[in-house]
């Protein structure tokens, strides 16, 4: 069993700052890339940044200078620091790893439950 808990969504006014952090749990051998997706409204499920093992990091168009993905290889988490935040980052934020479990031999997708973050004033 694998399990990714997200923590940290909120309601923040247009400009402020929230940190949403995903730790991963369970039956996991290694965890390549982590990201972080998020879903608006009536709208796709979109990356905003992701993260490789080496530390490479990816962010949508929208959201660079603004976010900032880590991670911590130690203890399987990863984090979002985002700033300056507009209402337009309103969406339900979903953390993602691919991983191998222990005694698998494939990768696979896992994801968070999600976690709202709404940026109005």
């Known amino acids: 069993q694998v399990q990714l808990v997200e923590s940290g969504g909120g309601l923040v006014q247009p400009g402020g700052s929230l940190r949403l952090s995903c730790a991963a749990s369970?039956?996991?051998?290694?965890?390549?890339?982590m990201g972080w997706y998020r879903q608006a409204p009536g709208k796709q499920r979109e990356l905003v940044a992701s993260i490789t093992r080496d530390i490479i990091t990816m962010y949508a168009d929208s959201v660079k200078g603004r976010f900032t993905i880590s991670r911590d290889n130690a203890k399987n988490t990863v984090s979002l620091q985002m700033n300056s935040l507009e209402p337009e980052d309103t969406a339900v934020y979903y953390c993602n790893a691919r991983l191998l479990r222990t005694g698998s031999i494939r990768w696979a997708d896992y994801w968070g439950q999600g976690t709202q973050v709404t940026v109005s004033s």
């Open positions: 369970g039956s996991i051998f290694s965890i390549n890339a």
